[in-house]
């Protein structure tokens, strides 16, 4: 396992952008598929978006598509959720994840990073 460190988070209002990071270490960042998750207060935690770790094919959840883009530089051991178009219904703890596991659930094993608070409001 690596340590994963998400960071970026903070107030924004409707409609502003936000990008957040997730790094690790080599050489295991680079095998890992990095997932975002988030929570909001009362709700269960909601996959955000997954990306792999060679090609970068991405997967995002609906209510994101089409705003929110992952990518990756595995020579910085660092993955980006870039957020457009924000929501107040976008608020929420994000948490990055990092496994051998592909798909939207997290793997047992996953590493986690501690969460970044992303708050959407006018």
């Known amino acids: 396992q690596v340590q994963l460190v998400d960071a970026g988070g903070g107030l924004v209002q409707p409609g502003d952008s936000l990008r957040l990071s997730c790094s690790g270490s080599a050489p295991t960042f680079s095998t890992y598929v990095i997932r975002w998750f988030r929570q909001a207060p009362g709700r269960e935690r909601e996959f955000v978006g997954a990306?792999?770790?060679?090609?970068?094919?991405?997967d995002y959840a609906d209510s994101v598509k089409g705003r929110f883009t992952m990518s990756r530089d595995n020579a910085k051991n660092t993955a980006y959720l870039q957020m457009t178009s924000l929501k107040p219904e976008d608020t929420g703890v994000y948490h990055c994840a990092g496994g051998t596991t592909p798909g939207r659930r997290p793997g047992t094993y996953d590493s986690w990073g501690q969460g970044t608070q992303v708050t959407v409001s006018s």
């Open positions: 990306i792999s770790p060679n090609k970068g094919l991405t």
